[in-house]
């Protein structure tokens, strides 16, 4: 099989490792008589690649790794299903570290969407590598969105120095506060206990290692010059906070973007969290 890598970055990369073993013939950063194409380039730039690219995507299965919005503010599905409606879009999702999934380390994603991801399941599961089915297309997009989110503000809390218990509160809030905004968007509830969203963030990633930093008391700005770590999870929380949907209770989210942008107190906004919790 044929697959084309966009974004050949770390994770880009990972997912070419292991397809390539697989038995696979892996495309990097090239569309043309490929059969399956796989983007992985950071979520702001995902429907941008893809309609620069648009000539010479046909028939081929499209498959996205991104985690967040795309940058109208949509669910890549909302956007990509009318660009390109006769290609099927889907969303593979889960906990795997780029560098565990590269060296073979036994991991879990999520895959989601209509007809035909059976076939890509077998094309993409392995021994090393379990592929689970989803049809919740929302959820599985909501879910992998927000919990950068989450995980960033578990990084936030351990590096300001509280423990392991304020850390399993904060995880536990957190999902609850995906779930309900994923069920207000239409997706199932269930879900959000998968591998694609619970799974994901209990990674230590590198949103938690930015969380940890900020937590420290170093700015998301300063950080940002300094280290290139990803913006999925800031991007998403801009994104959220944008959303204007009534039905959405965004007040958890509101609290860790003080906490980040607007100096509020750590140690405060655990209180609150345990308050109106």
Known sequence: MKISILGYGVFGGAVASHLEKNGHIIY?????????????VPSYAVSDVLIANKNDINNQKIIICSKGFDKSGNLFSEV????????GIYFLYGPTLAQELKNGDFSIMVLAGDDGKDVL???LESDDLKIELSDDIIGVQVGSALK???TIFIG????????QNTQAFIYS???KEIQKIGVALGADRNTFSGPSCAGDIFMRSRSRLLGVEIGKGRSFEDLDKEIKYPKEGINSLRILLDMKKDNLDLRFFQLVNSVIFENYSIKEAVKKLIKIN
């Open 28 to 40: 990097k950063e090239e569309i043309k008589d490929s059969e399956i194409i796989i983007v992985a």
């Open 80 to 87: 990509l299903n009318d660009i390109f409606p006769n290609n």
């Open 121 to 123: 399941k077998k094309i």
């Open 148 to 150: 950068n989110i989450v």
């Open 156 to 163: 936030i809390v351990e590096g300001a120095g509280f423990g």
């Open 173 to 175: 809030y957190g999902l």
